[in-house]
């Protein structure tokens, strides 16, 4: 395996552990707000969906619980403070996820592109035509004269449809 292959490789893995970790974080700051929204308005904690998200919130919740006291309202509505701190703090969780998974995705354009300029030099070290590609394999089209044009059978402002283009000058 080449050095370029393994830094691609590299990237590959960090880019897919990036996006497990940024996922995660999308779920809980999802379960934040609505514990949160849940928490507000008062739901009755017996109804069974209610008990789901009250359990998944104190998962969430285990390392900002008792930062801030809840503010009580009248009858069921709380207002839990440490639920914004902590919507907070996993928004800039996700923001700074985001900007590694930028950084990453950057980096491995970069190695592609080193790779593919690679393999143009190893071609032309070898003294044969290197096959131009896309990076989605699409063959792209190289004039093999300069002065020849690159689509030939579209008419020159000069030409009218139907005739034939002339030849290329020597």
């Known amino acids: 395996m080449s050095d370029n292959n393994t830094k691609t490789t590299t990237i590959w893995l960090g880019r ?3 996006y497990v970790v940024f996922a995660f974080i999308l779920v ?3 379960i934040l707000v609505q514990g949160f929204l849940l928490l507000l308005l008062g739901a ?3 109804n069974d969906y209610v008990d789901w998200a009250y359990r998944s919130l104190d998962r969430v919740m285990e390392p900002f619980r008792g930062i801030f006291t809840p503010i009580e ?3 069921n509505s709380v207002l839990d403070t440490s639920i914004l701190f902590a919507m907070v703090i996993y928004g800039i969780a996700l923001l700074l996820m985001r900007a590694l998974l930028d950084w990453l995705t950057d980096k491995l354009h970069k190695a ?3 790779r593919e300029l690679q ?3 190893d071609a032309a070290a070898a003294n044969r035509p290197y096959p131009a590609v896309t990076s989605d394999g699409t063959p792209v089209i190289v004039p093999t004269h ?3 044009p690159t689509h030939p059978t579209q008419p020159t402002p000069q030409q009218q449809p139907g005739d034939t283009p002339p030849p290329p000058p020597r």
Request: hydrophobic content about 35%; glycine content about 10%.
């Open 16 to 18: 897919a552990i990036a």
């Open 28 to 30: 809980s700051q999802l």
């Open 44 to 46: 009755n904690p017996g």
């Open 73 to 75: 309202f009248e009858g």
């Open 112 to 114: 592609e592109r080193e």
């Open 119 to 121: 393999r143009a030099i």
């Open 146 to 148: 300069p002065t020849q």
